[in-house]
């Protein structure tokens, strides 16, 4: 019998997802082919491994038995191919998925872009939206590349330090603020919003303020940087946020950049992924790629 590694993939990624919907987009593989890929699965084993149960489908004891070992045979198989594989960046073809913060994908998306197409033109970059909760996507190997301002506190997700921002106080022209000393005693009695994607109105500014004995009156918190920078530009809210990741866009509208009356922690910022692509030399390329990137828009001047 004649063993095919990509049943193994496909069963893997069936048994991790317990759909044939879910594996299919695990893979980036049609519905129908990951439907015909278990068809052939169920004849090598002699089992249904996947079972109808209303809605969903449940693996069977045999599929539950093997999971854990065809998750190793499968990473197994990953690292030593990988690693007597040299890197052909003009031969590569692959879709990696980067899930960035939208105003890192302002900043650096364009730039990211233009060079895996120039150095592996036959590779796709999928930009991703960050979701409104924690998701496991990174885990599943759904996401190649994520970014954060803390690490993980999984231990299978590797992280790297790219760089660290400073915050500044935007607002638009002639507003109030600009004129005169900001004190924090005026920069708390302004009106503020928070750009977060879970809708917080609470971040670390109001733990610097509370030091003070301050306290600020958020009235907004927008769901990303550009809806957050619009609204400033259009009303009297001021909107403090990092620095070298939201500059170009604040130029583009014409904002004012202030310092901050009063320190204020920099942001760090993380490149997450699996260790599972700790050895993949695409990836390794990929994820330095997007460091270089990264750290270019933090050696601009006044970063």
Request: proline letters at 6%; aromatic letters at 4%.
């Amino acid at each position: 019998m004649q063993l095919d590694l990509n049943l193994l993939t496909a069963l893997d990624a069936l048994l991790e997802e317990g759909s044939v919907t879910g594996a299919a987009a695990r893979l980036h593989v049609t519905a129908p082919a990951m439907s015909r890929s278990l068809g052939r699965i169920r004849k090598a084993t002699g089992d249904q491994i996947l079972v109808r149960a209303g809605r969903n489908m449940l693996p069977t004891p045999r599929a539950l038995a093997m999971r854990a070992e065809v998750h190793a045979l499968v990473q197994q198989a990953h690292r030593l191919l990988s690693a007597r594989q040299e890197l052909d960046l003009a031969a590569l073809d692959r879709v990696f998925t980067v899930r960035w913060h939208d105003a890192l994908t302002s900043a650096c998306g364009t730039a990211l872009t233009a060079a895996v197409h120039h150095q592996a033109p036959g590779t796709r970059l999928r930009l991703s939206a960050e979701p409104g909760t924690d998701a496991p996507e990174l885990h599943r190997g759904e996401v190649d590349l994520e970014s954060s301002s803390s690490r993980s506190a999984l231990p299978d997700i590797r992280h790297r330090l790219v760089g660290r921002d400073r915050l500044v106080v935007a607002v638009r022209p002639g507003h109030p603020l600009t004129e005169g000393l900001l004190s924090p005693e005026r920069y708390a009695a302004a009106e503020h919003l928070t750009v977060s994607r879970r809708g917080n109105l609470y971040d670390s500014v109001d733990d610097a303020l509370t030091v003070h004995g301050l306290e600020r009156r958020v009235v907004a918190a927008g769901p990303t940087t550009a809806f957050a920078l619009q609204l400033a530009l259009d009303t009297d809210l001021v909107v403090t946020l990092p620095d070298a990741v939201t500059r170009a866009a604040r130029d583009r509208l014409g904002l004012i950049a202030l310092p901050p009356p009063l320190q204020l922690p920099d942001v760090p910022l993380y490149l997450l992924w699996h260790q599972r692509y700790d050895d993949d030399r695409a990836h390794t390329w990929l994820r330095d790629l997007a460091t270089e990137t990264v750290q270019a828009l933090f050696a601009r001047p006044n970063a």
